[in-house]
């Protein structure tokens, strides 16, 4: 039964890869976000079609669902990919924080058609000194007394 339920979802992830790479919106990825057997969310890889590099399957549903829900978070929410997350969609859905992401195809196997995200998983254990793109650490003191009004702040809706 559930793996029935899944393949359905996962399917319909799946559909939507190849609908948004036949019609040009981006690469060959497609996610749904699902709540209690509804899909609330979908996305197709948007990144080349809306010059937005944040624009992969996975967000895209992901703000979609979430505007529908009026929530920054998916509780009790499924996400179905097609493709095992990349590090950036990766770090959304844990901040979203869905209760399972069942994929198809692997990071491996995207690798094999030039999607390889293997560089940013280097990157991002690489000190910040040695990194490929130089991260340069410029502490000030406004910034700090932002954070300081922040942690006092009683207003504040923590996530």
Known sequence: M?????NTYLERAIE????????????PFGCVVVLNDEIIG????????SNDPTAHAEVVAIRMACNKLG?????????????????MCLGAIYWARPKRVI??????EAAAIEFDDQFIYKEISTG????????????HPKAKEV????KNWEGKKKY
């Open 16 to 27: 939507l890869s190849k609908q948004g790479m036949q019609s040009g919106l981006g690469g």
């Open 2 to 6: 559930q793996k029935e339920r899944d």
């Open 42 to 49: 979908e996305g197709t890889n948007k990144v080349t079609s």
């Open 128 to 139: 910040m000194r040695d990194r490929k793109i130089p991260f340069i650490h410029h502490p």
């Open 147 to 150: 954070f300081e009004a922040w």
């Open 71 to 87: 929530s920054y978070q998916l509780t009790g929410c499924e996400i179905y990919t097609s493709c095992e997350p990349c590090p």
């Open 103 to 108: 994929y198809a195809n692997t990071k491996e």
